[in-house]
């Protein structure tokens, strides 16, 4: 039983052996580098440890986040990170008490939701999480890659390592004030996270930017050179991170990609699913879709303060009825009506009678755009009591572009 470990934040001197608990449960190195980076430190009183004696047997943490939602709002939010047990001790719930545990602590801060990556996808639904964005794995073979207009202006300039640890933050700031579904990127992030020297990547890493016309750098990308030779050059460049500022911007740095001597084929694991890509490219069908799936999972808290945060594509009035079963009785179970439009909107508790009745996950899965709610309503998740409120609620919740996460966590 749960109640058979004490839950608990870890100490300073505790964070090595809680780092080494969550490598071991996703089967990565216990380097000892690995177990005191600096970005694990940071708020060491959002850390939850299950300890058995005095061993730490499963771990989770919250970083206090922000997510951009559509109209350019920066909402805080509770990003879950380092949910892991080891295997020696599942199936004793262990998880169950972190994830309820972290649920509260989140909304006594006053958070209008937590939001995850999950590696297992099964996992959260059942703790009120949806699916708010997707992305998609691409490859282009480098022959087939010209695209259907010349590119705009601007250039791209390669730089050093530590010039790209100075100058990609700002650049990522700005992009991310502007994108949908961002989630922020702290300071301490940048060193452990993109710099990290992991000897598994593969080949040579390299970092370049985007310099508008006016000489403003609206753009970057980071990227690694796999080396290969058959009876010519036939490398591989993957691309790591590209962030945009503007569309400009993006079509120059990819222009540069797949302009890379000595490639054959340029990989991106990480992009948005509206990816513009695809129209640049002369023969659009050349850029190949290698993998497709879920991105950032939204668990709402406060459901007034979720809908109110963002502004709608279309104006109009919505009840929702909101299903919370693990949390009946919080702030984003029961009926809320929303009045929003392009200048914003607000949300508050009412007694009318519903015009759509879900699940607060599936509510999590609306709330930035990244499924319409008719979708997820042909798939049984939304029932629509008032006739024509789905259309009404695809037209308002429609956001350009879809949202994109831009970050791991």
Partial sequence: ???????????????????????????????????????????????????????????????????????????????????????????????????????????????????????????????????????????????????????????????????????????????????????????????????????????????????????????????????????????????GDLVSVTPAARAVLWRYLLDVDLVATITAWVVPIDEPLRWLLRESRRMAVTRLGESLWVRVLDAPAALSARTYAAPGRVVFEVVDALRPDGDAAGRFVLDGGPDGAEARRTTDEPDLVLEVADLGGILLGGVRPSALARAGLIDERTPGALALADAMFAVEPLPFSMTDF
Avoid at 22 to 44: N, V, Y
Avoid at 62 to 76: A, R, V, Y
Avoid at 121 to 140: D, H, L, N, Q
Avoid at 165 to 176: G, N, S, T, V, W
């Fill in 1 to 239: 039983m749960a109640s058979d470990f004490l839950l608990r934040p870890v100490t300073r001197d505790e964070l090595p052996a809680f780092t080494r608990t969550d490598l071991i449960a996703f089967g990565e190195r216990t380097d000892p580098p690995r177990l005191e980076l600096d970005w694990t430190s940071l708020e060491l009183d959002r850390t939850l440890a299950a300890f058995d004696g005095d061993e730490i047997v499963g771990t989770g943490r919250l970083f206090s986040f922000e997510l951009t939602m559509p109209g350019g709002t920066l909402l805080p939010a509770a990003a879950v990170s380092w949910i892991a047990v080891l295997p020696t001790h599942r199936r004793r719930g262990i998880l169950t008490a972190i994830k309820t545990q972290q649920l509260e602590d989140a909304a006594e801060r006053g958070e209008p939701l937590a939001m995850l990556y999950a590696s297992e996808a099964g996992i959260y639904r059942r703790f009120g999480y949806g699916i708010s964005s997707s992305t998609m794995s691409v490859s282009i073979e480098r022959r087939h890659s010209a695209f259907l207009h010349p590119v705009p202006g601007g250039r791209v300039r390669l730089v050093e390592e530590d010039a790209a640890r100075k100058l990609f933050p700002e650049i990522f700031d700005r992009a991310r004030r502007v994108q949908p579904g961002a989630v922020q990127r702290v300071d301490a992030w940048w060193p452990d996270q993109f710099f990290w020297p992991d000897p598994d990547d593969k080949g040579t890493a390299f970092y370049c930017v985007y310099e508008s016309p006016e000489g403003v750098l609206d753009g970057y990308a980071a990227y690694r050179f796999e080396a290969r030779w058959g009876n010519g050059p036939e490398g591989t460049l993957h691309v």
